[in-house]
């Protein structure tokens, strides 16, 4: 069967989507903020997102990959005005853009 012009074979590697969890939902113990969040990726704890005490002017989110998922990835971390900019940048480390 021939395929048509339509359909297109994607040779890009799926990733895992990327989860928030909040971490009083992730972490059984401990208290956490409600602006501290885990990243995880197929039920993996991946990186984390949280908005930090100590920051930039104007970025106040930080975001970075957990230790073991920095391979071959960079930034490995950062700051950003928003938490959805925060994950928007973990997104684009995670998938090596």
């Known amino acids: ?13 799926r ?11 992730s972490r059984p113990s401990g ?3 409600d602006d501290d969040f885990d990243v995880l990726a197929n ?15 104007g970025a106040p989110w930080l975001w970075t ?10 930034p490995t971390h950062g700051y950003e005005p928003t938490r959805e900019a925060a994950m928007a ?3 684009k480390s995670w998938r090596r853009e």
């Open 43 to 57: 039920g993996a704890v991946v990186g984390r997102i949280m908005k930090a005490a100590a920051a930039p002017d």
């Open 15 to 25: 990733m895992p989507a990327l989860i928030l969890k909040r971490a009083s939902a």
């Open 65 to 74: 990959l957990a230790f073991g998922h920095h391979e071959d990835r960079t």
């Open 31 to 33: 208290e956490w903020n």
């Open 1 to 13: 069967m021939a395929r048509g012009a339509d359909t297109k074979l994607d040779n890009r590697v």
């Open 89 to 91: 940048a973990f997104a």
